[in-house]
């Protein structure tokens, strides 16, 4: 017996793809027969020695087997379902290829593609005026609507769901005019001699927030070191549609930096477990693409408890003397040469306000309307649509060990053009977070629906963790858009304009593992604050100096590759264990290495002799990789790459001469910044270029480090 064709067919409808293989489907040679999963096709002995003809259109399900004569070769042709998707899957019962084989299986596949080909539904139009979000999407999303009313919060979030999936779909779809939000006044008068622009005496603020997720993390930091902060939220503050995992160095960070005490830190660990595992499924991959669990105890390990660090940042700004304007919507921002003007709507009751400031930071996320605007026609280039949920019990015993996680895992192969993985990361007492996600091409006919992604979510829970779904307690829903930018280059994506800057998830600068805005924000967090707060104590406002600001790593943008092959382009059918394949090639690599190589694989922090050594492992192991990989690419991405990989590897020969700059500049620091600002910005920017940009962070100063007294005194001086 042996296996001679395996596709993914995209329609949950398993039995539509039965009776079409019954009823309708002729195989054009051999006796069709019924099984109760498909059919079989049968040679006779004198169809074999003849290598017979049959005609293409004549049935033969009419003879009996008691009457046919005796087989000697035969095809098995069935079908079956996981993950809301059809599989099907050919297998010969003979060892030489049967009569007219290859061409029964191209009329096979076309006639399968031709009747269920890719679909990319689109959420029904919803008027809340009308009818409920549960009435409105309970045809088209039946098991998501019956869940989310499980959820304390779940119209709530039901709507929240729909209102992202549908912003996320404009700005995919209308990427050459994003709807303008951000407009500039008069032409400014360029600083000269580095010396920037002036704040006007009214200014309210130093710092504008627009997003209270991330933005919250980086403003409490901020108003810490004796700025004047506003932080605008659309949403009740502290409302988390997320949670968030990292590990004990990265967070030790922000005690280094000062913004936590140990004790604090230790008040927002919901739980810490012993081991996280990574495994895809490879029931179908070839022996060489077959691999172990990759063990990673100390990657995202510690689960937190992310309203709660909220509510503590937001306490610690509001005790710094900043604000926090939650329900309140951004509208636009007019920006002029000494400050930014922002108009906002209190959304309960639809009152406007108006706030003005040196600076907007916009930390709004996927759905943010000034990213869209500042890159103009050019959209992300991957996305993530994640969703998932917080369920507070109800598993059997034994059906999951509180003291592990599951980093990264794959239950199938293909399903409906997409390859979807499963993330699960125990909290405090009996509490999981799970996750279901998967790498996306962003696509104007296919932007990717959480939508969708919810209805796989709730209905093939149960095939990945045991379970019955009707005991499980559900206390929150956790969803988003994850976008990813392939940068060539530091400078490859504006991130700035004058008096604005974006961050985390709006800025797109994280890895395509997986850690997001919130990991690579964390881990960037020294370097954002004191480029961020040089260029505010001298006014440094411009888009020039703040484009020098970002969380950019050369090490992360040379593995997207690694994600485009987790990516079916949007109408192609791939073989449906090809990514999982990749995936296993990959991690049975790191799997053979020592913990800390994969860990700092993970963590973003592989080196470049690391980076070219694994890739030259994996391509000895596995001489088709990339041929599979090439599956999902073309020469344009080929060639992007090459740039990525060029960029990389400067950028490691300049650490490698330049490594006493760093240090260097530290010491010049003193005489260096007082006289020329412009300058020590550019060189503080090159430094941490060198260091933090090739995954090898810089050790955190604390807040009183950076000179709060001194910077307070010479603002008051200057600008007031």
């Given at each position: 017996?042996?296996?001679?064709?395996?596709?993914?067919?995209?329609?949950?409808?398993?039995?539509?793809?039965?009776?079409?293989?019954?009823?309708?489907?002729?195989?054009?040679?051999?006796?069709?027969?019924?099984?109760?999963?498909?059919?079989?096709?049968?040679?006779?002995?004198?169809?074999?020695?003849?290598?017979?003809?049959?005609?293409?259109?004549?049935?033969?399900?009419?003879?009996?087997?008691?009457?046919?004569?005796?087989?000697?070769?035969?095809?098995?042709?069935?079908?079956?379902?996981?993950?809301?998707?059809?599989?099907?899957?050919?297998?010969?019962?003979?060892?030489?290829?049967?009569?007219?084989?290859?061409?029964?299986?191209?009329?096979?596949?076309?006639?399968?593609?031709?009747?269920?080909?890719?679909?990319?539904?689109?959420?029904?139009?919803?008027?809340?005026?009308?009818?409920?979000?549960?009435?409105?999407?309970?045809?088209?999303?039946?098991?998501?609507?019956?869940?989310?009313?499980?959820?304390?919060?779940?119209?709530?979030?039901?709507?929240?769901?729909?209102?992202?999936?549908?912003?996320?779909?404009?700005?995919?779809?209308?990427?050459?005019?994003?709807?303008?939000?951000?407009?500039?006044?008069?032409?400014?008068?360029?600083?000269?001699?580095?010396?920037?622009?002036?704040?006007?005496?009214?200014?309210?603020?130093?710092?504008?927030?627009?997003?209270?997720?991330?933005?919250?993390?980086?403003?409490?930091?901020?108003?810490?070191?004796?700025?004047?902060?506003?932080?605008?939220?659309?949403?009740?503050?502290?409302?988390?549609?997320?949670?968030?995992?990292?590990?004990?160095?990265?967070?030790?960070?922000?005690?280094?930096?000062?913004?936590?005490?140990?004790v604090e830190v230790e008040s927002i660990i919901a739980r810490e477990y012993k081991d996280g595992f990574h495994k895809f499924f490879d029931a179908n991959n070839p022996p060489i693409a077959k691999s172990p669990v990759l063990h990673t105890p100390k990657v995202l390990n510690v689960a937190l408890d992310a309203e709660h660090l909220l509510r503590l940042c937001g306490e610690k700004l509001k005790s710094a003397g900043g604000e926090i304007w939650d329900e309140t919507e951004f509208i636009r921002a007019d920006v002029e040469p000494a400050q930014v003007t922002v108009?906002?709507?209190?959304?309960?009751?639809?009152?406007?306000?108006?706030?003005?400031?040196?600076?907007?930071?916009?930390?709004?996320?996927?759905?943010?309307?000034?990213?869209?605007?500042?890159?103009?026609?050019?959209?992300?280039?991957?996305?993530?649509?994640?969703?998932?949920?917080?369920?507070?019990?109800?598993?059997?015993?034994?059906?999951?060990?509180?003291?592990?996680?599951?980093?990264?895992?794959?239950?199938?192969?293909?399903?409906?053009?997409?390859?979807?993985?499963?993330?699960?990361?125990?909290?405090?007492?009996?509490?999981?977070?799970?996750?279901?996600?998967?790498?996306?091409?962003?696509?104007?006919?296919?932007?990717?629906?959480?939508?969708?992604?919810?209805?796989?979510?709730?209905?093939?829970?149960?095939?990945?963790?045991?379970?019955?779904?009707?005991?499980?307690?559900?206390?929150?829903?956790?969803?988003?858009?994850?976008?990813?930018?392939?940068?060539?280059?530091?400078?490859?994506?504006?991130?700035?304009?004058?008096?604005?800057?974006?961050?985390?998830?709006?800025?797109?600068?994280?890895?395509?593992?997986?850690?997001?805005?919130?990991?690579?924000?964390?881990?960037?967090?020294?370097?954002?604050?004191?480029?961020?707060?040089?260029?505010?104590?001298?006014?440094?406002?411009?888009?020039?100096?703040?484009?020098?600001?970002?969380?950019?790593?050369?090490?992360?943008?040379?593995?997207?590759?690694?994600?485009?092959?987790?990516?079916?382009?949007?109408?192609?059918?791939?073989?449906?264990?090809?990514?999982?394949?990749?995936?296993?090639?990959?991690?049975?690599?790191?799997?053979?290495?020592?913990?800390?190589?994969?860990?700092?694989?993970?963590?973003?922090?592989?080196?470049?002799?690391?980076?070219?050594?694994?890739?030259?492992?994996?391509?000895?192991?596995?001489?088709?990789?990339?041929?599979?990989?090439?599956?999902?690419?073309?020469?344009?991405?080929?060639?992007?790459?090459?740039?990525?990989?060029?960029?990389?590897?400067?950028?490691?020969?300049?650490?490698?001469?330049?490594?006493?700059?760093?240090?260097?500049?530290?010491?010049?620091?003193?005489?260096?910044?007082?006289?020329?600002?412009?300058?020590?910005?550019?060189?503080?920017?090159?430094?941490?270029?060198?260091?933090?940009?090739?995954?090898?962070?810089?050790?955190?100063?604390?807040?009183?480090?950076?000179?709060?007294?001194?910077?307070?005194?010479?603002?008051?001086?200057?600008?007031?």
């Amino acid at each position: 017996m042996k296996e001679i064709l395996y596709l993914e067919i995209p329609t949950p409808d398993r039995d539509a793809v039965r009776r079409w293989l019954q009823e309708d489907f002729q195989p054009g040679t051999g006796e069709k027969l019924l099984t109760p999963d498909g059919i079989r096709v049968q040679f006779s002995q004198k169809q074999g020695g003849e290598r017979g003809r049959v005609a293409e259109g004549e049935s033969q399900i009419s003879q009996t087997p008691s009457t046919m004569p005796s087989p000697t070769e035969e095809l098995s042709v069935f079908v079956w379902s996981v993950q809301r998707t059809t599989y099907l899957k050919v297998f010969r019962w003979a060892e030489k290829p049967v009569v007219r084989e290859s061409q029964l299986l191209e009329h096979l596949t076309a006639g399968l593609r031709q009747q269920f080909p890719h679909q990319y539904p689109e959420p029904p139009a919803v008027d809340l005026s009308q009818q409920s979000i549960f009435e409105a999407l309970a045809p088209a999303y039946p098991q998501t609507v019956k869940f989310f009313q499980k959820f304390p919060n779940g119209e709530y979030d039901l709507k929240r769901v729909y209102w992202w999936e549908q912003r996320w779909r404009e700005g995919v779809r209308n990427p050459q005019e994003p709807r303008q939000v951000v407009f500039s006044g008069q032409q400014r008068e360029r600083g000269r001699g580095g010396e920037g622009e002036r704040s006007s005496p009214n200014s309210t603020y130093d710092l504008i927030y627009v997003g209270g997720a991330l933005g919250i993390i980086h403003a409490a930091v901020m108003a810490k070191l004796g700025y004047r902060v506003l932080l605008l939220e659309r949403l009740p503050f502290g409302r988390m549609n997320r949670e968030w995992n990292i590990s004990r160095n990265e967070i030790q960070s922000l005690i280094d930096l000062g913004l936590f005490t140990p004790v604090e830190v230790e008040s927002i660990i919901a739980r810490e477990y012993k081991d996280g595992f990574h495994k895809f499924f490879d029931a179908n991959n070839p022996p060489i693409a077959k691999s172990p669990v990759l063990h990673t105890p100390k990657v995202l390990n510690v689960a937190l408890d992310a309203e709660h660090l909220l509510r503590l940042c937001g306490e610690k700004l509001k005790s710094a003397g900043g604000e926090i304007w939650d329900e309140t919507e951004f509208i636009r921002a007019d920006v002029e040469p000494a400050q930014v003007t922002v108009q906002t709507k209190h959304l309960p009751t639809g009152s406007e306000r108006q706030a003005t400031g040196r600076l907007l930071v916009d930390a709004m996320g996927t759905a943010s309307p000034i990213a869209w605007q500042l890159n103009g026609g050019r959209t992300f280039d991957s996305v993530c649509p994640t969703v998932g949920a917080v369920i507070d019990s109800g598993f059997e015993p034994g059906v999951w060990d509180s003291q592990y996680g599951d980093v990264l895992n794959t239950h199938g192969d293909i399903s409906r053009g997409r390859q979807l993985i499963w993330e699960l990361f125990p909290a405090a007492g009996e509490e999981l977070t799970v996750y279901l996600f998967h790498y996306h091409q962003v696509n104007a006919t296919n932007p990717g629906s959480l939508l969708e992604m919810y209805e796989d979510f709730f209905t093939i829970l149960p095939e990945y963790r045991r379970c019955d779904m009707d005991k499980l307690v559900w206390k929150k829903a956790t969803f988003g858009y994850i976008p990813g930018h392939f940068s060539m280059g530091s400078n490859d994506r504006k991130v700035a304009v004058d008096r604005l800057i974006a961050i985390g998830d709006a800025a797109s600068l994280q890895s395509p593992l997986v850690f997001t805005g919130f990991g690579s924000l964390v881990r960037n967090l020294p370097r954002l604050t004191e480029l961020l707060d040089t260029a505010l104590k001298h006014d440094l406002l411009t888009a020039g100096h703040l484009n020098q600001i970002r969380a950019y790593q050369s090490n992360v943008s040379v593995t997207w590759l690694f994600s485009k092959g987790m990516m079916v382009p949007t109408g192609k059918f791939i073989q449906p264990q090809q990514i999982n394949a990749i995936l296993n090639t990959f991690f049975g690599i790191l799997a053979q290495q020592k913990e800390v190589v994969a860990e700092r694989f993970i963590k973003d922090r592989v080196d470049w002799l690391t980076f070219n050594r694994l890739a030259l492992e994996a391509a000895w192991k596995n001489p088709f990789l990339l041929l599979w990989i090439l599956n999902f690419v073309n020469l344009k991405d080929v060639l992007r790459w090459g740039g990525a990989y060029l960029s990389f590897t400067l950028e490691s020969l300049n650490s490698w001469l330049w490594w006493w700059v760093p240090q260097f500049s530290r010491r010049i620091q003193p005489w260096l910044e007082p006289r020329y600002p412009a300058l020590w910005l550019w060189l503080l920017a090159t430094s941490y270029a060198l260091t933090d940009g090739l995954g090898r962070p810089q050790k955190s100063a604390p807040l009183s480090a950076l000179g709060r007294e001194r910077r307070v005194a010479k603002c008051e001086g200057e600008f007031l």
